[in-house]
C-alpha cells in the first residue's frame, strides 16, 4: 500500500511537501509514480509523475511551482509544492503504473492503480 502524507492547511503563496511512501513492496526501476488530485465534485486530475528513470511530467497549472522527486532508498516519493493557490485545494493521491519508459503519462488517472487514503491539502486564507 500507499501512504501518503504532509498535507495541511496552508495560506495562499506558501508551501508544502507531499511524501507517498510505498509499504509492503519496493519501489524498483520498473515503475511510474503519479500524484493526482480530486476536489469536491470533480474528476481526479493528474499533477505529476515521475518515471522510472527520473523523468517528470507536470499538468500546466503546476508548472514552475510543484517538483516531484524520489529517494528510492526511501521507498519514498515527494511533491514539493509551493506558491500554493486556493485552486490548489484537494485530496491528493500517489498511484503506481507499471512502466519502463523514459518518460510518464498523467492524463489518465485509469492507468494508475492508487493504494492509499490520499492527504487534504487546503489552501485558504
Known amino acids: 500500500q500507499f501512504v501518503e502524507s504532509g498535507g495541511g492547511l496552508v495560506q495562499p503563496g506558501g508551501s508544502l511537501r507531499l511524501s507517498c511512501t510505498a509499504s509492503g513492496f519496493t519501489l524498483d526501476h520498473h515503475y511510474a509514480i503519479g500524484w493526482f488530485r480530486q476536489a469536491p465534485e470533480k474528476e481526479r486530475e493528474g499533477v505529476s509523475c515521475i518515471s522510472n528513470s527520473g523523468g517528470t511530467n507536470y499538468v500546466d497549472s503546476v508548472k514552475g511551482r510543484f517538483t516531484v522527486s524520489r529517494d528510492d532508498a526511501k521507498n519514498t516519493v515527494y511533491l514539493q509544492m509551493n506558491s500554493l493557490k486556493p485552486e490548489d485545494t484537494a485530496v491528493y493521491y500517489c498511484?503506481?503504473?507499471?512502466?519502463?519508459?523514459?518518460?510518464?503519462?498523467?492524463?489518465?488517472?485509469?492507468?494508475?492503480?492508487?493504494w492509499g487514503q490520499g492527504t487534504q491539502v487546503t489552501v485558504s486564507s
Open positions: 498511484g503506481i503504473k507499471y512502466w519502463r519508459e523514459s518518460w510518464c503519462p498523467i492524463k489518465d488517472s485509469s492507468e494508475y492503480l492508487f
